[in-house]
């Protein structure tokens, strides 16, 4: 049974840290590319940050770059999206997906609200 199951999200106000975490489970993790996007209310959702499944390949949206990194550890099958310097236009649910040649998964998303 494939899970992909985001965590870490919450209230932090502006210029606060979060740290995301992205658990995968019943695929094979380390050949997927993996991304974080986030949709804000009455938006699109948006592409954040991905990975490739190797790690070695990042490429960020230009609103979070310098401010927040995405890593993966392909031993715990996890995807992470550290986050600095947060202000309230990151404010959305963020959800974490897992996509190769031949499909992809979604998962239910953490909400981070940036506010004072």
């Known amino acids: 049974q494939v899970q992909v199951v985001e965590s870490g999200g919450g209230l932090v106000q502006p210029g606060g840290s979060l740290r995301l975490s992205c658990a995968a489970s019943?695929?094979?993790?380390?050949?997927?590319?993996m991304s974080w996007y986030r949709q804000a209310p009455g938006k699109e959702r948006e592409l954040v940050a991905a990975?490739?499944?190797?790690?070695?390949?990042?490429n960020y949206a230009d609103s979070v770059k310098g401010r927040f990194t995405i890593s993966r550890d392909n031993v715990k099958n996890t995807v992470y999206l550290q986050m600095n310097s947060l202000k309230p236009d990151d404010t959305g649910v963020y959800f974490c997906?897992?996509?190769?040649?031949?499909?992809?998964?979604w998962g239910q998303g953490t909400q981070v609200t940036v506010s004072s």
């Open positions: 990975i490739s499944s190797t790690g070695s390949s990042t």
């Open positions: 997906n897992a996509k190769n040649m031949y499909r992809q998964y």
């Open positions: 019943g695929f094979t993790f380390s050949v997927y590319a």
